[in-house]
């Protein structure tokens, strides 16, 4: 399982459906280089099924050496361009994974996104997923929308609805490259706030209603991501139904965090079309007056910090009334909340365990505090509430 | 006053946070009582020497490149021009590659450019990624830091003479060997670095400002009152550090 977002969500899901069956041997912590699963592979002694998020870069490797039964891709957007070169190289790398694939391999895409869905094509044995329901499209493409030139023409592609970024139903007016038919889709599809959201799974043998206890559309791309793998590894209708409605946060994406008396809702945030999503999301749920919102710099977010420019922060920043910029980059962000004619307060506290005082000390008894963090700096964060006794560590969780 | 700004390619040329450039102009600029004012200038839509201040082309992928580099070759008259006329014009990455003769891209393709600045780029197999510190000396005597981050494939070449916009004290570069990196004519200048490049460099920013202003009156630049840049300084501080610590070269 690969994408640019939704990997380690997409997998989790997909554990959640088909554990109770088959013994998985699963990188549910999220290393997921090629290192990260041949390490799972050695731990994992009686392992039935493997079940791997590979990170976008890595794909071609992994996919030579596991030779899989299955591969699900799931979207391809800009981010850590400091690591991976252009989305092009990404896009020319996957082309050539996916054509090394063995006949025998199943190929699962989002049919959404143009470069992902057009590896689908060809290929004898692929299953297209992807959003039925232009009432939840955006107005428009995203500043940060990525592949909007057809990829036959270059010309701007039409879209009858954008979901998420340029992922939608698209088609372009000169030459006729258009979304590929939906085998798997999702339909009549209800947000509700930053609790949940329910849709219809429509297949072949029609629709089945499933409520996620998770927000937000792009959670509705990483269940019929899910879904369709594992329906493809065996899971009956009513497996993948339960196990999607089982299923809670995968580390730190939306994941609510006791803390005493208060909660800390965890909030990762990698890249602009994941960002935006989180925004969108948290918008559309009743934004809070309060964020902790923290930037490193390390390897794992990025060195280049220049995607925060690329963010639609601005419907949020519009609610918000105080920020708690942290993090070795803090002093970025808040030129970034400056910039944007943020009119709240403020406040740079680039060490994150002062950070993460700071925002409970500003939040009521019994309330929920929004953190907002990187990679790097959710693992410090999240370090931090395990060491107070608040959290289990990743690897009991994943145990 | 209001300084109207034309913003080349939008659409296409954005990959590195280019908005957050103009952000800051605008607001820099209405800080000090100005407005800005920002038209698109797409594919096949004229620039009008004379109709703006100041001028900015962001970066892009090879295959957005690709899609405008026709089409910013057929403005170069006008682009030189305009820049003759006394307008301001910032490119960079992708832009400033196309504000050159040609560019090679990876598949040995060349691309034409709008022959603004003295150089040409040619694709190499190594890409140049990373922080970067630079000194410039845009006026004589005054001496600045620019921090940033580049992220390029793409060697380019200063003709014999020409003047960069600084020099690498940490980072790339142009090429990853002269020393040199961006060019500057007068008020044209482009650079590899984005990050984006004015938050973190609000010197820079100001300097712009003056450039488009003494555009606009027909003047000379005028001396901008200074703003509480305590927050910039902070970033540009961490930002310098960083290109010190881990900037890019050749080994």
Known sequence: MSATNGKTTTAAMVAEILEDNVRLAHNSSGANLLSGVASTLLSAHDAELGLFEVDEAALPEVARQVRPRAVSL?????????????????????????????DETVLIVNGDDPQVGDLGRDRRRSVVFGLDDPRHAAPGLQHAADSKWCLRCGTPYEYAAAYVGHLGDY????CGHARPPLDVSAQSIELDGLDAVSFELVDEEGPMPVRLRLPGLYNVYNALAAATLARELGASREEVREGLERFTAAFGRFERLRMGDRTVLMLLVKNPAGANEVVRTLVAGGAPKLAVITLNDGIGDGRDVSWIWDVDFEPLLERLERVVASGDRAAELALRCKYAGFEGGIEVVPDLARALDRGLQLTEPGGELFVIPTYTAMLGLRRIVTDRGFARPYWERAA | MRIRVGHLYPDYLN?????GNIAVLARRAAWRGHELEVDSVGIGEPVRPGDHDLLYVGGGQDREQALVATDISAKGEALREAADRGAAILAVCGGYQLLGRWYADQDGAELPGAELLPLETVAGSRRMIGDVLLTCELEPGRSHTLAGFENHAGRTLLDPGAEPLGRVVSGFGNDGESGFEGCRVGRVVGTYLHGPLLPRNPWFADWLLAQ?????TGGEPPELEPLGDGLEAEAHSVSS??????GGRFS
């Open chain 2, 212 to 216: 488009a202003l003494a555009h606009r």
């Open chain 2, 15 to 19: 990959i590195y946070a280019d908005r």
């Open chain 1, 171 to 174: 088609r372009c007016p000169a």
């Open chain 2, 241 to 246: 550090a960083r290109a010190r610590a881990r």
């Open chain 1, 74 to 102: 799931g979207n391809l957007f800009r981010d850590q361009l400091d690591r991976y070169g252009e989305l092009e190289l990404v896009a020319k790398r996957w082309r050539g994974a996916v054509e090394e694939l063995g």
